[in-house]
């Protein structure tokens, strides 16, 4: 099973400033509050190519994560561990370039691929109008629930009556009712999620265009201070 969901968005911000933000969203919870179920973010790598000048980094983001009810229903605990709340670790790589303005990324979860792979491509990039105070973004997400197709091929060769008065609750709710659920319910937190993702871009935009990026890493460097402090 492969489903794909693509939403289209601009900001009314220039590129520079948006590929920044897009490196800065996750940096302080006091900064963007639709950031605060992220954990840590590590750089693996970061280096700009010297044939292109494109900048490339890899980061590896921690996430508080919690698996919807519906879908723990379908899962069993062996999968699971019987919890629903689960840190997942999200892998990121991005490509910059400045000169051509623009910038690919792509996130993929580390967890649970077994059951749901959800990788998340985005294109930002100078408006063919070259309206150069605002930047495009198409995010594409792609579904693939390992799962299903699993369930399908094991269901496809057994007989489907027996199975389900034999095979309990997987059996009675088939390969196709397992895939529609993941499947809807993973569409629809990923538009809540996209969402949220604006949202908090946005406010990281405002937080550079009003006091500049000192001022952004100088909250972030206080926001830190201050959680060290409590902590």
């Not at 997942?88 to 979860?109: A, F, P, Q």
């Not at 691929?113 to 109008?129: A, F, H, N």
């Not at 990923?190 to 406010?203: A, I, N, V």
């Not at 909250?219 to 409590?230: C, G, N």
Request: charge should be positive; include cysteine; proline fraction near 4%.
């Amino acid at each position: 099973m492969v489903l794909t969901h693509t939403t289209n968005h601009t900001y009314a911000h220039p590129f520079p400033a948006v590929s920044l933000a897009f490196f800065l969203r996750y940096c302080s919870p006091q900064l963007n509050p639709f950031a605060s179920h992220v954990l840590s973010t590590d750089t693996i790598d970061s280096h700009i190519d010297p044939a292109t000048g494109r900048l490339h980094t890899t980061r590896i983001h921690l996430k508080k994560s919690r698996m919807p009810p519906a879908v723990m229903k379908l899962l069993p605990t062996t999968l699971t561990g019987g919890t629903a709340s689960q840190a997942s670790y999200i892998l990121e790589t991005s490509v910059v370039d400045m000169r051509e303005g623009w910038m690919s990324t792509e996130s993929r979860n580390l967890n649970f691929v077994g059951v749901l792979s959800v990788v998340e491509r985005q294109m930002y990039s100078i408006p063919k109008t070259r309206t150069l105070d605002n930047t495009e973004v198409e995010t594409k997400v792609v579904f693939r629930s390992r799962l299903g197709e699993k369930l399908r091929d094991k269901l496809s060769h057994q007989n489907l009556s027996t199975t389900a008065q034999e095979g309990g609750f997987f059996a009675r709710l088939g390969a196709r009712g397992i895939q529609r659920s993941i499947e809807t319910l993973a569409s629809t937190k990923t538009q809540d999620q996209l969402g949220k993702s604006r949202e908090g871009m946005k406010m990281i935009l405002e937080r550079l265009r009003q006091t500049g990026i000192i001022g952004v890493l100088e909250l972030r460097r206080a926001a830190r201070e201050r959680s060290m402090a409590a902590a």
